[in-house]
């Protein structure tokens, strides 16, 4: 392993480490998600180092790897892009710290660049896209990640007996995600509109804006497909706050 490296990351998570030193939890395009000790960043002297380590922030530092310690140190960098509005509208903060546990959930997805990259990207149109498209680039980049991990539903036909579901039409679909034809279905399950059906179908390059009902039928269905897979923390007024296009 190469024990000092410099590339850019996004710190995730912070936590006290003594009384003068911060553990960062940071994602990396090449390491994934590492570890880092800041030494001093609390100290009277730490000012030029809590920049580095802003959640969600892009930054670009240099680590080195203790073995001894066996433990990453973030000695120096550069904050490349701060998230100045997170903290004045919450849908935009509830939206990153969701992000936040999904790369924590998913093991940075495996640890890659394109990974890192969708994760830069989000978090940049969070800070910088109008409030009104926030929740299309939430549910848009979920829909993204699902297609990198290549775990997208297949929305054109029944999971169970490959029957063809018609265009423009409604379907029901299990807790996964999966499309159940009436033939196949066995009790009462969620239905995802045509419209809604469409928008997934076309990658969301049609949609300007969402109707507040398209957005949360979207939600509910992309959110049920992450919570089969993953520990998502996701309460209802959380998720509202962030389909919210007025904050």
């Not at 999904?102 to 640890?111: K, R």
């Not at 409604?170 to 009790?187: L, T």
Request: aromatic share 10%; with cysteine; net charge positive.
């Amino acid at each position: 392993m190469n024990r000092h490296i410099k590339e850019n990351y996004i710190p995730l998570k912070t936590s006290d480490l003594g009384e003068n030193h911060k553990l960062v939890l940071v994602l990396t395009p090449e390491q994934g998600l590492i570890r880092t000790a800041v030494f001093g960043v609390k100290g009277k002297k730490g000012g030029s180092k809590r920049v580095l380590i802003q959640p969600f922030s892009l930054c670009r530092g240099d680590f080195y790897y203790d073995p001894v310690k066996k433990l990453w140190r973030l000695d120096e960098g550069e904050c490349l892009e701060s998230r100045d509005t997170y903290h004045q509208h919450l849908n935009r903060y509830y939206g990153a710290l969701f992000w936040a546990d999904l790369i924590i959930q998913s093991h940075a997805g495996g640890g890659s660049r394109e990974f890192f990259q969708i994760s830069a990207d989000y978090f940049r149109a969070l800070d910088t896209e109008e409030s009104s498209r926030i929740p299309l680039i939430f549910l848009k980049t979920i829909w993204i990640y699902l297609g990198f991990e290549g775990i997208r539903p297949d929305l054109s036909a029944c999971s169970r007996c490959g029957r063809k579901a018609p265009d423009t039409r409604a379907v029901c679909y299990s807790p996964e995600g999966q499309v159940i034809c009436s033939d196949c279905r066995m009790h009462s399950l969620p239905v995802l509109s045509g419209p809604a059906r469409d928008l997934l179908l076309d990658n969301f390059q049609k949609a300007a804006e969402l109707s507040a009902g398209t957005a949360q039928e979207l939600a509910s269905y992309l959110l049920s497909i992450l919570k089969s897979l993953f520990r998502i923390r996701m309460d209802e007024n959380s998720l509202k706050i962030i389909l919210k296009t007025d904050l």
